[in-house]
């Protein structure tokens, strides 16, 4: 059907709708004038004039305002006779609309199926590709970023690394200002400082050695002929110093004695008769480092040194540096009570004291085995609570008490008993009652000066005069002794 005819059948439905619609409304209108009365349109006047009514009209309703209807739409203008070439769709399907214009109408569902199969026959190896490339995007994403995150995590640990590297070389050079600050100050005060010190200890040992040098050649002089005693012993005597007190002998010097005990036969001591109202048998000596106490037991035993000298008054009133003898030591406190007094003098002329008024040695049977008790004094109870400095079991291995008497060739201390390397007297210089080893040791090694190094030792050992409660270790007294008597409750 060609568009022209189309038009004309619609002009035709168009007109006969219209004269329907008029016919209509005209016969509506031939009722209403049917109900009212005839009148002639152009014989509407009277024929009696002045009979007719004027009729008075009343005024007109305001007329409706506003509009129905939307302004009419723009008629477009009319086509141009050329033809349009219908534009073709690829794989369009479905049918064509009776007017060419109009072009291709939708497809059916059927059409439009296969349309969409054999475009996703088309697509599905694509959209397949596409998985297989994002799944291996996904993969490589996966992987860099695992990669770039341990790089962060290196990076992060290198700049720590780095952090802590700047910190330690901020500190050590922190350290090496301060010991080059130390270092220079050193160099310049505390060097010259020592070296001045050394300097004066050099000159006071050069001095000590010319003394030495002088005493020994005394004592060379004096030991050209055999030693024999000048003095003539007093003619009181009797079983100890207190007993020869009692008899009348009231002045310090030389005396001849014998226990009660009529096996030992009388032995030569020095008795102090104005210490403490006197009475005292003195059964120790150090003063100036002349007699040798590194001694063997034997000697240690019997007895060695120097009991007194003549200094030109005609008698042994000076005691010199001896040990009475552990055989004689022992007879003497096994009589009775005894107390022991220890005095000690410094190297500044300061003097203190430590008195027991319990003193007993037994005999060799039981090593000469020491017991002390009832302290009283200044210089420290060292005998009976060990070393101050040291605490617990170090120093209980210092307590004296209890005891018994060892030599380089007698070892009955407490360290290592049988062990030849480890023993106390070889260590400390001489005889006494060790433990492991000391507290005190009044028969070391004699130091002048007082205070002495590891290096100016034998074995390393603090082995000098050595009472530790007093003056510690490496510290070596001028002068000490040990004085014994009967102990007295009261008074005399």
Same mark, same amino acid.
């Given at each position: 059907?060609?568009?022209s005819?189309?038009k004309?059948l ?7 709708s ?11 209108? +031939?009722?209403?004038?049917a109900l ?14 002045g ?6 009209s009343?005024p007109a309703?305001p007329?409706i ?14 086509r ?8 073709v769709?690829?794989?369009?399907g ?7 214009e ?5 497809p059916?569902?059927c059409?439009?199926k296969?349309?969409?199969l ?14 297989n490339?994002i ?11 695992k990669?770039v ?15 802590d ?13 301060q ?7 050193? =160099?310049?005060t505390?060097?010259?400082s020592? =070296? ?19 005493a ?18 007093p ?7 207190e007993?020869?007190f009692?008899k009348?002998?009231?002045r310090? +010097?030389m005396y ?9 036969r009388p032995?030569?001591?020095y ?14 000596k150090?003063?100036?480092g002349?007699?040798?106490?590194g @001694?063997?037991?034997?000697d240690y ?9 003549d200094v030109?008054k005609g008698?042994?009133e000076?005691?010199?540096e ?9 007879q003497?406190?096994k ?13 500044d002329g300061?003097?203190?004291l ?11 049977a ?10 009283q004094?200044t ?6 609570e060990?070393?101050?400095q ?7 291995m210092?307590?004296h ?5 060892s030599t ?5 201390d407490?360290?290592s008993?049988g ?7 070889? +260590?400390d210089?001489?005889g ?10 009044p028969?070391?090694r004699?130091?002048w ?9 034998k074995?390393g ?7 530790m409660n ?8 001028k ?5 014994? @008597?009967?102990?007295f409750?009261?008074?005399?």
């Amino acid at each position: 059907m060609s568009a022209s005819k189309m038009k004309l059948l619609l002009l035709l439905v168009l007109s006969v709708s219209a004269v329907r619609g008029a016919s209509d409304y005209d016969e509506d209108e +031939e009722i209403i004038v049917a109900l009212k009365p005839h009148v002639d349109a152009r014989g509407h006047r009277p024929l009696v004039q002045g009979s007719e009514r004027v009729m008075v009209s009343q005024p007109a309703p305001p007329p409706i305002s506003g509009s129905v209807y939307r302004a009419r739409p723009t008629i477009p203008p009319a086509r141009s006779a050329l033809r349009k070439e219908p534009e073709v769709q690829p794989d369009e399907g479905g049918c064509t609309h009776p007017s060419e214009e109009l072009g291709a109408l939708c497809p059916n569902g059927c059409e439009l199926k296969s349309a969409l199969l054999k475009q996703e026959r088309n697509v599905r190896p694509t959209v397949a590709q596409l998985k297989n490339d994002i799944l291996g995007l996904s993969q490589s994403s996966s992987i860099i970023y695992k990669y770039v995150e341990g790089l962060s995590n290196e990076l992060r640990e290198r700049q720590r690394q780095t952090q802590d590297n700047g910190n330690l070389v901020n500190e050590y050079t922190s350290d090496l200002e301060q010991h080059h600050i130390y270092i220079k100050q050193s =160099i310049d005060t505390t060097f010259p400082s020592s =070296i001045r010190h050394l300097r004066g200890v050099l000159d006071n040992l050069r001095s000590k050695i010319q003394k030495l040098e002088t005493a020994i050649t005394s004592q060379n002089e004096k030991c050209k002929k055999p030693c024999t005693v000048s003095c003539s012993i007093p003619v009181v005597s009797g079983k100890e110093c207190e007993d020869i007190f009692r008899k009348g002998g009231v002045r310090s +010097e030389m005396y001849l004695v014998q226990p009660s005990d009529s096996f030992f036969r009388p032995f030569k001591v020095y008795c102090d008769m104005t210490t403490q109202q006197g009475g005292w048998t003195l059964i120790q000596k150090r003063q100036d480092g002349s007699v040798d106490f590194g @001694r063997r037991w034997d000697d240690y035993k019997t007895g060695f040194g120097n009991i007194a000298f003549d200094v030109g008054k005609g008698f042994c009133e000076t005691p010199g540096e001896y040990w009475l003898g552990n055989d004689q030591i022992s007879q003497l406190t096994k009589m009775g009570p005894t107390e022991l007094l220890v005095e000690m003098t410094d190297w500044d002329g300061n003097k203190v004291l430590a008195q027991y008024q319990q003193f007993t040695v037994q005999n060799e049977a039981s090593n000469y085995m020491l017991a002390v008790a009832r302290y009283q004094g200044t210089a420290g109870n060292s005998l009976m609570e060990g070393a101050p400095q040291l605490f617990g079991d170090n120093r209980t291995m210092t307590i004296h008490n209890g005891m018994m008497f060892s030599t380089y060739d007698r070892d009955n201390d407490r360290w290592s008993p049988g062990d030849p390397v480890k023993q106390c007297s070889k +260590e400390d210089g001489g005889g006494w009652w060790y433990n492991r080893c000391h507290s005190s040791n009044p028969n070391g090694r004699y130091y002048w000066g007082g205070q002495y190094s590891r290096d100016m030792t034998k074995h390393g050992t603090d082995d000098g005069i050595v009472w530790m409660n007093w003056k510690g270790s490496w510290y070596s007294l001028k002068e000490i002794s040990m004085k014994i @008597r009967p102990y007295f409750a009261s008074k005399r």
